[in-house]
């Protein structure tokens, strides 16, 4: 079988025992690169060489007999909002061309260290905001299982390299679903964190008190190896949290549900939601149940108020996030010719620099915190915030883990909702409550629909600090699935 099919954890068991070398791996990723990229657009910037001197350098230590961790020589893409100190860094943006980051991002930097190979850097909508890959300023990533439609996003590139086999493993983040939602309709698995549990030093923010780093992988397993990797304490970001990393390997190796009581978000479904999806998300259901699990029926009324109340939060940091690229301190600068004032080279950078997303974000920030409007609308968010942590917490009296669909839709064809912000909004209803209030929450595969053949995720969302239990359950509805379907379900990518 080609090195491209293997999984992480095989790739690095056969690397650590000497098998195949950390350099056979890397260019057979790098070949793959070169034979699909220009038909997927999942690389912003490929690091062919950069990865074949950290692969000789994990097989050198090899060698000199140092044993190796569980991932050292395997790749992985990183989208491309992590500082990465010898490759450039433009979150997808124009404002950011050129830019070099002098310093790692501490999950790019952890990730070195465990001796991962870094393959480049993957394409995202324009510093994270939108759901389809498509506000990227450097063209739009395509989804493997059909190249007319989008990969998901804003993590579409880190998503459709791992669905195509580019790459093993890639990193991405979410804020309102930016991991969940492309892995949903790109047939792989992904998972959002608890909230603090991933470093953000070193991410390019959008919205900090919501961005949170996670893991793409083709398999749950694989998910947890790479979480466990990068995951932790970090002296470096003011709200990192002190706990120890929930046992996810552990989990994701235990993979079982009996006794486990399973809660079923009745306010999401109905209008919306296409029929494939819900079809398949009853299956999931049943089928836990049918592993032992205990599926009753929950409510969380205030979800209902979810998507508004992100829309105005996740602008409301952006706009302030984003004031530091005024054409000062990186990358792009226009019209300084020495006539102009340092506000008329701000403005007209940053006219020049943004795209038409991130500025309609700017402006609906800037108005939701301006005097007078800030009680009624960023204060009222805020409240429906504290309302949707109360709606987890009284779930989790009841119930182990929630599911749901992960999004309500498969894959959408490229251009469909471009025109249209709401209906692309409309993409992370199921996954934007667990970001407000922090919860960890993964998707993992769980069949395709019948009107279009596409994958469809489900959802798992657990406590605060609950990552195992996401994991745990994912790698039990995995397996049960694997053995219906005789394999996973993404085998080839069909459309490559
Ligand atoms: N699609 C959502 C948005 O546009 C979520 C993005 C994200 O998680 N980065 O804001």
């Not at 990192?240 to 989990?251: K, T």
């Not at 490229?414 to 993409?427: N, T, V």
């Amino acid at each position: 079988m080609s090195l491209t099919r293997k999984t992480a954890a095989e790739l690095g068991a056969l690397i650590a025992s000497g098998e195949v070398s950390a350099v056979e791996v890397t260019q057979a990723h790098l070949d793959r690169v070169a034979e699909v990229d220009p038909r997927v657009n999942a690389f912003l910037h490929v690091a062919a060489e950069s990865a074949l001197e950290q692969a000789r350098s994990v097989d050198a230590r090899r060698a000199a007999g140092e044993e190796l961790g569980p991932l050292a020589g395997v790749p992985i893409a990183h989208k491309d909002v992590f500082t990465t100190k010898d490759m450039p860094t433009t979150a997808g943006s124009k404002i950011l061309e050129g830019y070099r980051p002098p310093y790692d991002a501490t999950v790019t930097a952890r990730l070195r260290e465990a001796g991962l190979v870094i393959l480049g850097k993957t394409n995202l909508d324009e510093f994270a905001m939108g759901s389809s890959t498509e506000n990227s300023a450097y063209g739009p990533t395509r989804n493997p299982w059909d190249l007319d439609r989008i990969p998901g996003g804003s993590s579409g590139g880190s998503s459709a390299a791992v669905a195509s086999y580019q790459a093993p493993l890639s990193t991405g983040t979410d804020t309102g679903g930016s991991i969940r939602q492309p892995a949903a309709v790109t047939g792989i698995v992904g998972m959002k964190p608890t909230y603090g549990g991933s470093s953000r030093y070193g991410l390019i923010a959008f919205a900090s008190s919501l961005d949170t780093p996670g893991p793409f992988a083709r398999n749950v397993l694989d998910a947890a190896l790479l979480h466990e990797a990068f995951s932790g304490h970090d002296v470096m970001d003011s709200t990192s949290i002190h706990e120890e990393v929930p046992p996810v390997v552990e989990a994701a190796r235990r993979g079982d549900v009996a006794g486990l009581r399973v809660g079923v978000v009745k306010e999401f479904g109905g209008e919306g939601y296409q029929p494939g999806v819900i079809n398949r998300f009853r299956e999931a259901v049943d089928l836990l149940e049918s592993l032992g699990a205990k599926v009753v029926e929950v409510s969380c009324p205030s979800f209902t108020y979810a998507l508004p109340a992100y829309y105005l939060i996740a602008p409301s940091e952006a706009s302030s996030n984003l004031a530091r690229f005024d054409g000062m301190r990186y990358g792009l600068r226009v019209g300084d010719d020495g006539t102009r004032s340092a506000e008329e080279v701000m403005a007209l950078t940053r006219a020049a620099g943004f795209g038409p997303e991130v500025k309609r974000r700017i402006m609906l920030g800037t108005y939701a915190l301006s005097s007078g409007y800030y009680d009624a609308y960023y204060g009222s968010a805020q409240k429906v915030r504290t309302l949707i942590a109360r709606d987890f917490e009284a779930a989790f009296h009841q119930v182990d883990v929630l599911v749901s669909p992960t999004t309500p839709t498969t894959a959408f064809p490229i251009g469909e909702r471009a025109d249209d912000p709401m209906a692309m909004y409309l993409a992370d209803l199921c996954t934007i409550p667990a970001n407000l209030a922090g919860n960890a929450a993964i998707s993992v595969p769980c069949g395709l629909a019948e009107e279009d053949g596409l994958p469809v995720g489900l959802q798992i969302m657990a406590p605060v600090l609950g990552d195992d239990r996401c994991y745990r359950v994912g790698a039990a509805v995995e397996k049960a699935f694997e053995d219906r379907w005789g394999g996973p379900l993404l085998k080839e990518a069909p459309s490559l």
